[in-house]
């Protein structure tokens, strides 16, 4: 029996039972629940209108069909080969410094995303509090957003109020609660998002916006189109960060990789491409699509939205309604991120879980406080130029992910093997794209990716402009 064999067959002894999704529609919920949240529904909008409306969504979708794809089915792959967590899984090929590396970055990068997410989740529970007080024409005003966030007291309650809410989560472990909420909950924002975007789309002067995000102009492309909708494309499907390869480990042999893979895909695409729908329009009708108000970054949907669901006239219930979706969204999102630092911290370090969880909390309550602050009393701090908030999101995206992707392709390429991944995959799936994944991750993958952090790095270092 070769070494591969003995892993997996391994794994399926080690698997204890209770710890395998009991089929595709919980391994899909689960991971849509992770993937689906603020990176979708506040990310990708503000990056779209940013980096050139339908040229980045262009890009964004071919990015998603192979690289996003070789990705999933990599990481699933390696997941449920091994049947261990990142860290875990990269040292079952063997005790070299770059495998310890590669597992190690995985785990990193989603302990720096929680605190910055938090603290988004922070300015969403704001905004709910704002509706359910009926304070929707106030939430509208030009100047509401800003003087919120510059004012570090009520922003870092806020910031507080959604982090101990996904602590408290993880303390009680009500798991199943929230899969059963999210069966509920999600099919909801999906009509309400369908709802809002029709109404966006057709008021007067929208039309405009709709061109803007939907047709493709090549004349708004540049390196940094790719550099933000590759980093978009991994933070919206949670992927260089382990997540995926601890699902894979849950996943059951009978589970069709491939198939599951493509689901997840389009999901994630439709909630942020609606999402598109609803703000970038918007934008158009009521500002006439300065360019100013474009390039907003991360407050556009903060100050657009609000602006959209006062003209309804319904103002403070779809606005209640809306808000608190995301917020759920956002939280299932947040309670996964902090899953997975936290199986980390207990697994190699031996804590407990509780000791664990509240290493993360601390961590998290620290760094989030920075990025609050960043945009209050210390907004004279920069790094590389960028705000705090900005420069984590910059770093873990940008810069890290590409390194961990990396690491995944070259454990491919040097050790498993793409016939040891095109096993796994075929054990319950045809894997009729190969061919494809075969090409994107030994020739494309390797060679873009560093690409993407070169460029990454020579964009914060100044000498190329956003
Ligand atoms: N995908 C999530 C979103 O779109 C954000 C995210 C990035 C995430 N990485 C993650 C969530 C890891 C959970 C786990 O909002």
Same mark, same amino acid.
């Given at each position: 029996m070769d070494k591969k064999d003995a892993i997996s067959t391994e794994s399926n002894t080690a698997k #204890?039972?209770?710890?395998? =999704? @009991?089929?595709n529609v919980g391994y899909i919920l689960a991971v849509a629940g992770s993937a689906v949240g603020l990176g979708n529904i506040w990310r990708f909008p503000y990056l779209a209108a940013k980096y050139g409306g339908g040229i980045f969504l262009l890009v964004y979708l071919i990015l998603m069909l192979t690289f996003g794809y070789a990705m999933i089915i990599s990481e699933t792959a390696i997941g449920r080969m091994t049947g261990k967590s990142p860290v875990g899984a990269f040292s079952a090929f063997g005790s070299k410094k770059w495998l310890k590396f590669g597992g190690g970055i995985n785990a990193v990068v989603p302990m720096l995303i929680l605190p910055y997410y938090s603290v988004i989740g922070g300015w969403v529970v704001r905004y709910v509090a704002e509706y359910l007080r009926g304070n929707a024409a106030e939430a509208a005003e030009d100047e509401f957003f800003g003087s919120f966030i510059s004012n570090s007291f009520v922003a870092e309650i806020c910031f507080v109020v959604f982090v101990f809410a996904a602590f408290l989560v993880i303390i009680a472990g009500v798991k199943n609660g929230i899969e059963a909420v999210s069966k509920v909950v999600m099919p909801m924002l999906v009509i309400l998002a369908v709802i809002t975007a029709v109404y966006s789309v057709t008021r007067p002067g929208a039309l405009e916006g709709v061109k803007y995000f939907l047709v493709p102009n =090549?004349? *708004? =492309?540049?390196?940094m189109t790719v550099v933000a909708a590759m980093g978009q494309m991994f933070y919206s499907l949670s992927l260089a960060m382990g997540i995926l390869i601890t699902y894979g480990s849950y996943l #059951?042999?009978? @589970? *069709?990789i491939e198939q599951n893979t493509t689901r997840v895909e389009w999901f994630d695409t439709g909630i942020a491409i609606l999402a598109g729908l609803m703000i970038i329009p918007a934008v158009f009708a009521f500002t006439g699509g300065d360019i100013k108000t474009l390039k907003a970054g991360p407050s556009l949907m903060f100050i657009t939205l609000p602006k959209v669901f006062d003209s309804m006239g319904l103002g403070n219930i779809i606005g209640n309604v809306f808000f608190l979706m995301v917020l759920f969204a956002a939280l299932t999102s947040a309670i996964s991120l902090f899953e997975t630092c936290t199986a980390t911290i207990a697994e190699e370090l031996g804590f407990s879980r509780v000791v664990s969880s509240l290493i993360v909390l601390c961590v998290s309550l620290i760094l989030g406080t920075a990025s609050v602050f960043g945009y209050g009393i210390w907004s004279f701090v920069r790094i590389f130029g960028m705000q705090i908030l900005d420069f984590f999101d910059f770093l873990t995206n940008s810069v890290m992910m590409p390194v961990s992707a990396f690491f995944v392709c070259i454990l491919i390429i040097r050790v498993i093997g793409f016939d040891g991944v095109a096993k796994e995959v075929k054990l319950s799936s045809k894997f009729r794209r190969q061919p494809m994944y075969y090409i994107v991750t030994k020739y494309i993958a390797p060679f873009f990716l560093m690409i993407i952090l070169a460029s990454s790095i020579a964009s914060a270092l100044g000498f190329i402009t956003i």
């Amino acid at each position: 029996m070769d070494k591969k064999d003995a892993i997996s067959t391994e794994s399926n002894t080690a698997k #204890k039972q209770k710890n395998t =999704f @009991s089929g595709n529609v919980g391994y899909i919920l689960a991971v849509a629940g992770s993937a689906v949240g603020l990176g979708n529904i506040w990310r990708f909008p503000y990056l779209a209108a940013k980096y050139g409306g339908g040229i980045f969504l262009l890009v964004y979708l071919i990015l998603m069909l192979t690289f996003g794809y070789a990705m999933i089915i990599s990481e699933t792959a390696i997941g449920r080969m091994t049947g261990k967590s990142p860290v875990g899984a990269f040292s079952a090929f063997g005790s070299k410094k770059w495998l310890k590396f590669g597992g190690g970055i995985n785990a990193v990068v989603p302990m720096l995303i929680l605190p910055y997410y938090s603290v988004i989740g922070g300015w969403v529970v704001r905004y709910v509090a704002e509706y359910l007080r009926g304070n929707a024409a106030e939430a509208a005003e030009d100047e509401f957003f800003g003087s919120f966030i510059s004012n570090s007291f009520v922003a870092e309650i806020c910031f507080v109020v959604f982090v101990f809410a996904a602590f408290l989560v993880i303390i009680a472990g009500v798991k199943n609660g929230i899969e059963a909420v999210s069966k509920v909950v999600m099919p909801m924002l999906v009509i309400l998002a369908v709802i809002t975007a029709v109404y966006s789309v057709t008021r007067p002067g929208a039309l405009e916006g709709v061109k803007y995000f939907l047709v493709p102009n =090549f004349r *708004d =492309f540049s390196i940094m189109t790719v550099v933000a909708a590759m980093g978009q494309m991994f933070y919206s499907l949670s992927l260089a960060m382990g997540i995926l390869i601890t699902y894979g480990s849950y996943l #059951k042999k009978e @589970s *069709d990789i491939e198939q599951n893979t493509t689901r997840v895909e389009w999901f994630d695409t439709g909630i942020a491409i609606l999402a598109g729908l609803m703000i970038i329009p918007a934008v158009f009708a009521f500002t006439g699509g300065d360019i100013k108000t474009l390039k907003a970054g991360p407050s556009l949907m903060f100050i657009t939205l609000p602006k959209v669901f006062d003209s309804m006239g319904l103002g403070n219930i779809i606005g209640n309604v809306f808000f608190l979706m995301v917020l759920f969204a956002a939280l299932t999102s947040a309670i996964s991120l902090f899953e997975t630092c936290t199986a980390t911290i207990a697994e190699e370090l031996g804590f407990s879980r509780v000791v664990s969880s509240l290493i993360v909390l601390c961590v998290s309550l620290i760094l989030g406080t920075a990025s609050v602050f960043g945009y209050g009393i210390w907004s004279f701090v920069r790094i590389f130029g960028m705000q705090i908030l900005d420069f984590f999101d910059f770093l873990t995206n940008s810069v890290m992910m590409p390194v961990s992707a990396f690491f995944v392709c070259i454990l491919i390429i040097r050790v498993i093997g793409f016939d040891g991944v095109a096993k796994e995959v075929k054990l319950s799936s045809k894997f009729r794209r190969q061919p494809m994944y075969y090409i994107v991750t030994k020739y494309i993958a390797p060679f873009f990716l560093m690409i993407i952090l070169a460029s990454s790095i020579a964009s914060a270092l100044g000498f190329i402009t956003i």
